[in-house]
């Protein structure tokens, strides 16, 4: 038997090309296959974040992930960098995309998903090597912050509120939509000198983001995917993720304060 991860990793990469990319054709389903497909949005919260989401087909009798070699997996990479360096900056907003992917018939479950600061570019003119140096410590503490959100055990079975869901030959699986964001809180943290000595009065304030992902099942916004998916063509079925339906996911907390620090 064959496991297959699909990794779909929403990365912010540095893009050269600012020019509004042309709408993707229309899916064409294999024979003997079908599609799975989700709606992913990221909110300006966390434009500088990647994140990813595993799918992995399951047993028959949808108590297990199907057993099969590591690297035995597909992955899908989309960038929302584009999107962002086209907006103002005074006026960020939303940005979605349509994740699909095809696949075999079968059953299927969100085996897991993460987010993480991503080192990628920026508007500002600093010198690169000193701004890779600023994001690589800020995507070190992201990592050890990061909470990976899973729904199989280690020996491959399905939590209880696993989202199990099934691709059928010919046709569209429409999963909802996921939404990656960020709640805020600004505070004023010490100034230290290097031996740790804070004068009490000295501070910096700064944005602290705990970092969320919002699920909803299927709804109106598959409209704007009718072209994509075919829908005159293929058969397609709103599936709601019955383990994620109408929950927040928490993906990285705020930091932790620390004792004496200002609140």
């Known amino acids: 038997m064959k496991r297959v991860l699909l990794t779909a990793a929403l990365g912010l990469l540095t893009a050269a090309c600012q020019t509004v990319p042309e709408p993707l054709p229309p899916i064409q389903i294999a024979p003997g296959k079908g599609v799975a497909a989700l709606n992913l949005c990221v909110e300006p919260t966390v434009k500088d974040y990647s994140f990813s989401i595993s799918l992995a087909p399951v047993t028959a009798d949808g108590q297990r992930i199907v057993e099969?070699?590591?690297?035995v997996k597909q992955t899908v990479t989309i960038s929302f960098e584009s999107e962002f360096r086209r907006q103002a900056k005074q006026k960020f907003e939303r940005v979605c995309r349509l994740w699909d992917l095809e696949l075999d018939p079968g059953r299927y479950t969100v085996?897991?998903?993460?987010?993480?600061y991503a080192v990628s570019g920026t508007d500002v003119a600093v010198d690169p090597l000193f701004l890779l140096i600023i994001k690589m410590g800020a995507a070190a503490v992201s990592e050890a912050k990061k909470k990976v959100i899973t729904f199989t055990g280690s020996d491959g079975s399905l939590s209880a509120?696993?989202?199990?869901?099934?691709?059928?030959?010919?046709?569209?699986?429409?999963?909802?939509?996921?939404?990656f964001r960020a709640n805020t809180r600004v505070r004023?943290?010490?100034v230290r000198e290097a031996n740790g000595y804070w004068d009490g009065q000295s501070t910096d304030r700064i944005t602290e983001?705990?970092?969320?992902?919002?699920?909803?099942?299927?709804?109106?916004?598959?409209?704007?995917?009718?072209?994509?998916?075919?829908?005159?063509?293929?058969?397609?079925e709103?599936?709601?993720?019955?383990?994620?339906?109408?929950k927040t996911f928490l993906l990285?907390?705020?930091?932790?304060?620390?004792?004496?620090?200002?609140q």
Request: hydrophobic share 40%.
């Open 68 to 71: 099969a070699p590591a690297s």
């Open 111 to 116: 085996a897991d998903f993460s987010g993480q």
């Open 161 to 179: 509120d696993a989202p199990v869901f099934e691709v059928t030959e010919s046709g569209v699986a429409y999963l909802g939509e996921m939404i």
């Open 188 to 190: 004023d943290i010490p």
């Open 209 to 236: 983001l705990q970092v969320v992902a919002d699920y909803s099942e299927p709804g109106a916004e598959i409209r704007n995917h009718a072209e994509r998916l075919s829908l005159t063509t293929y058969s397609s």
């Open 238 to 246: 709103p599936v709601a993720l019955a383990g994620m339906t109408g």
């Open 252 to 262: 990285e907390d705020f930091p932790e304060i620390k004792p004496g620090d200002p």
